[in-house]
Each structure stands twice: as C-alpha cells, then as structure tokens.
C-alpha cells in the first residue's frame, strides 16, 4: 500500500486512523451509488450510466486532498469525486434523469461535466489564468499562492485530444494554478492504453510543456490523498502538475457498452485490476485501524442514505423535454429550433 510510483515512496508515511476510516467509508458509499444507480438504469429510471466501479480510492482520494475553495472541472466518470466534495446524491441522480442543474445548492464548486472529451481542460486553465489576473500576477510570479486552486479531471482517451496539449500549452506558458488529475482507467471505451499513446507512461507528456508529472497508485486512496495533496501545494504557487492515477474500470464504459466484446485484463497487472476497496478494507484490517463488519456497516448507511435520495430525486416533476435545447446557445440556430419544435410535436 501507500505506492507511488517513480516518486518518494511513502510505505512509511503515518496515518491518522480516524481519517483512513472515512476514506473507506466514503469509496464504499461510492460504490453503493454506482451500483444503485446502474440498476436504476436498468430499470429504465434514466437513459444512461457511466459507471466508475474501480475508480473510487482514486477519486475518494483526489477529492480528499482538495479543499472547499478549490474548483474542479469533472466529467461524466468523475462522479465518485463529486458525491465525496459534498454534491448531494439526489443531485448526481436527478442529472442523470435530464436535470440541467447538477448541484442544487451550488455550496460545491464544480463546473459542469464535460461530455465532449478534453473540452474542460481548456476551460481549466483559462479559469487557472483568471485566478492569476485576479492576483495581479500576468505570467504566474505569483507573489502569494493561489486561494482557489484549479483540479482539471480527465482520462487516458482525453490525452490523444488536440484541447488536451492545448491546455498543457497554456498551463506551462502561463504558469497557472492547474493540476491535471487524469485516472488511467485503463481504456477509452474499447481502445486500451498502450493503443492510446507510444509514451512510456501519460505522466511524462508533462516534461513536453515545461512542468512536472508523476505516477501514483490510483487504487491505494491514502497515495492518491499524499500525493495530490503535495502536488497541489506546488500548483497553488504556480507551478502547473499532471497526475497519473493508475486504476483500472472494472465494468463497461457505459450502460451502452458491452466490455465482453474486448476486455482482456491479461495486458494489466494485479495491483491495478483487483478491488481497490477489498484491497484496502483488507490493509485497514491487518493494520488494526478498521474491525469485521466495517464495510457492512458503512454499506447500510450508505444504502438508507441512497434510499432517501431516490425518494428526493423520484418526487420531482419530471424535466420538460425541450429543455434539453436550454443553455446551449443565447439563441438557436434555425436547424436546432427546427428539432426542438419536431421534438416538441412528436411529445405532445
Ligand atoms: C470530442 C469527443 N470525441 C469522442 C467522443 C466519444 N467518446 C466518449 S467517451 C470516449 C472515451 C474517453 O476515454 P477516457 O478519456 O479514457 O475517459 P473514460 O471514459 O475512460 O473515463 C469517447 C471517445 C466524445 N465524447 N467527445
Ligand atoms: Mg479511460
């Protein structure tokens, strides 16, 4: 445990116990949304579902490392990240149902998911600019470090994105507050890893624009903490940094996608493809810092906790249809008020 790679390795970093237990606690909550809301989908409750089961000491822990202040620029996987930053899982459900607003008491600051890959990461760093000009500092020299650090999620398909080395680009030449937080799932869709990018690892694409990147063991939730939170520190003085967390998608792409057709795990090895949260609950256990029925405990609170979420998230009218047309553009183009005016035909 506590792995990270091609970096100081912190077997040996201390922990607070109390702190490692609500990290188990929030990845088994994830866990219990993830496969809530997949069977939800299956059920014909909405459309679709990208599941993030695999994904959750990665996310638990990169969210973990934030702070209120800081911003994250999520995509449509990174849900595990917002239920642990404090969006209610209503909210994430009733998103997913074809509600515009995806956190209701906007108290955590997000941007909107991006479905068009690597789109966020170039609406990251302009936010990272921002933040400089706000400090008076044009080309990072930022004299105090930033209050508001940027987190720019994404994943390993994103990397082949032209927006994707656009924003490293502008991140290095700016020197902006900006993490790049990419979860190496593993796949984009059915294209594996070592079919996205010759490079030894996405970690090293970094070097290319003038700022470090590194590699950590994305399903150890106590490296992923240590490690964002480190390369945070750096990031909020200016210094741009791009995190690999290795882990691994353990079930489709989306409720669209059947891995079966592809899926050969051969090519990855143990640590990234067994359960991060067996693996963990397991590590807690030999370490004395966690006792049996921990995580069945943890899964029935998460489970009442989800109940009543379903309940919240059903007892809402459902969203008119035409809604979907809404905050696209300040005007529709002639084609899009064609569709919306068949779309709204066709309902009625
Ligand atoms: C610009 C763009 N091109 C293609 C797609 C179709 N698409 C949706 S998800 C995806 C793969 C993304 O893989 P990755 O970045 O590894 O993220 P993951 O789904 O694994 O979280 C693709 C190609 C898209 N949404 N946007
Ligand atoms: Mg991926």
Known sequence: ?????????????????????????EMVRARAFDERALSLQRQGWMSGYPPYRGQEASQVGAAAAM??????????????????????????LLFRRGFAEFNSDHAVRNFPQAVPIATQLLHAVGFGMAENYGAGAMVGERETPAESAVVAYL?????????????????????????FFCENNGWAISMPRERQTASDSIAVKAEAYGFE???????????????????????????????????????????????SRYEDRAGYPEWRTRDPIERYAEYLRE????????????????DEELKAAVEAAEAEPTPEPGTVFDHVYEDLPPRLRAQRAELLERVD
């Open 1 to 25: 445990m506590h792995r990270v790679i091609g970096e100081r390795d912190v077997d040996e970093t201390p922990f607070d116990e109390e702190d490692a237990r609500d990290l188990l606690s």
């Open 67 to 92: 702070r209120e202040a800081d911003w994250l620029f999520p995509t449509y996987r990174s849900n595990a990240m917002q239920l642990a930053r404090g969006v209610p899982p209503r909210d994430v």
């Open 155 to 179: 994943g390993d398909g994103a990397t082949s994105e032209g927006d994707f080395h656009e924003a490293m680009n502008f991140a290095g030449v700016f020197e902006t507050p900006v993490l």
């Open 213 to 259: 990147g590194g590699q950590v063991d994305g399903n150890d939730p106590l490296a992923v903490r240590e490690y964002v939170e480190r390369a945070l520190e750096r990031v909020r003085a200016g210094e741009p940094f791009l995190v690999e967390s290795l882990t691994y998608r353990q079930g489709p792409h989306t409720t669209s996608d059947d891995p």
């Open 287 to 302: 370490q004395g810092v966690v006792e049996e029925g921990f995580v069945e405990a943890a899964r029935e609170a998460a």
